[in-house]
Every structure is written in C-alpha cells, then in structure tokens.
C-alpha cells in the first residue's frame, strides 16, 4: 500500500480497547520533511492513536506501514526506522543520565557515542547532572532524557506524544527548533500536542482526532486546542 516517497502511511485505521473504537477510523500520510501534527480534546484518542501507530498497543483494524515495514515493535527493521517518546519513564535505576544515553546511543551504533551524548546532554541542559541517577533528578529533567534518548538515535519516523509536558517556555522553544531540525533533515514526525505554540512552529498539517477524524489546517488546529 506504500505510496513513492511516504514515510508514514495509515489507512482506514481503527484504535481502541477491548474491541471498541475510541475515535473515527484514521487515514493519512505523511513523507520525508514533514511534521503531521495530532490535535484533539483529552480523551479523543490522540495517545491511543500515537501508541497503536509506534507499535505499542494492537490495532482494532486497518494498516499502517512505516517505509513499507507493518507495525511490529518486536522486528529490529521497524524498530531501527521508529523513535518514539511517550509519557512513560522508564529507567534503569543504577544507571546514570549519561550511561542511560551511551546504552542507546551504543544500541544504535551512533558514530562517535560520546561525542553525541555530550550534544545531547547539553542540548537538554543535563550536563551538571549527566551522573545522577533518575530517581534523584527533577520530574523535568526525567522528560528531557527521555526527549534526548528519541533524539540521539537514528531514526525515519519520530513519534512525540504531547512533548512539552513538563518543559518550561525556553526548552519548549528549543524542542520546536530541534523537531524542525530533524525534520529538514529528512526525518518525519508524528507530534501530538497542547501546546498552541509548538504546533504552529512545527507542523506541516494536522489530524483533528475526534468522532471524524479529518485533517485541517495547523493555524485552525492550534486554535482548537487553545479552545478558541
């Protein structure tokens, strides 16, 4: 079903749990370059959609292929095109900031891992705290590892389920350049967000996930989120 060109293709997608749709059946596509925005009231199934898409919940029915590749989080191929963040921290206790980015960076054989750890942890603003354990660290700082474990590894399609959570006005700022970066780059992301800002400075087009899912227009969507 792959089109020339896409990165991300959905077709007649329908998520949920137990069997039961929470949101309309999902059709669209995105290619390299873009940034597809995901806007939607809570509980609309935005994350639901985002974490069926990244392979971490089964999908009710339809498709979607990554680069041609089904959704199969356990296949190294889908594995090695798909970076995702979700609201979930997970960590290994005993190891530091940095050695949580060197394991990843190391898994994904990044050319020069330190050097790329040290970008990461000072893009991040992690650097005074790069061998704390993230236990000891800021609820804060556990996001921006989190954001610095999608982003130090290769990757076609970057998934971000509401991003900003936790980030103060300055990081958001500095997260829209990044995505924007990784975007000129050729990379495709698949954000979902509040933030009326982000939106606005990132995405290409928008889905408004609702009853009807239907794609709109990024000046409308964040005014939809901004409940305008």
């Known amino acids: 079903m792959t089109s020339v060109g896409a990165v991300l293709e959905i077709a007649d997608l329908s998520v949920g749990y137990g069997g039961t749709p929470v949101c309309g059946r999902i059709t669209a596509r995105a290619e390299p370059g873009e940034v597809l925005g995901v806007v939607g009231f809570n ?24 680069l041609g590749l089904p959704v199969n989080e356990d296949a190294l191929p889908f594995r090695r095109q798909v970076a995702a963040l979700f609201d979930e921290d ?3 206790p005993s190891l530091s900031l940095r050695e949580h980015l060197q394991l990843v ?3 994904h054989s990044v050319s020069d891992p330190n050097a790329a750890v040290d970008a990461e942890l000072d893009f991040f603003a992690l650097q005074e705290r790069a061998n704390a354990v993230p236990a000891s660290v ?20 970057l998934i971000l389920d509401e991003p900003e959570q936790r980030l103060d006005p300055v990081m958001r700022e500095r997260l829209g350049d990044r995505i924007n970066a990784y975007a000129d780059g050729g990379g495709t992301v698949l954000l979902v967000t509040h933030d009326p800002a982000l939106l606005l400075s990132t995405a290409d087009r928008c889905l408004l996930i609702d009853d009807d899912v239907r794609e ?11 409940g305008r």
Not at 138 to 157: E, H, N, V, Y
Not at 216 to 223: D, K, S
């Open 90 to 92: 997970a960590f290994f």
């Open 105 to 107: 960076a190391r898994g």
């Open 216 to 226: 709109i227009a990024p000046g409308r969507a964040a005014a939809e989120i901004a």
């Open 43 to 66: 509980g609309a199934g935005k994350s639901t959609a985002a974490r069926t898409i990244a392979g971490k919940q089964p999908m009710l029915d339809g498709d979607v292929r990554v």
């Open 138 to 157: 800021s609820s804060g700082q556990r996001r921006r590892l989190l954001l610095a474990s999608a982003l130090i590894r290769p990757s076609s399609l």
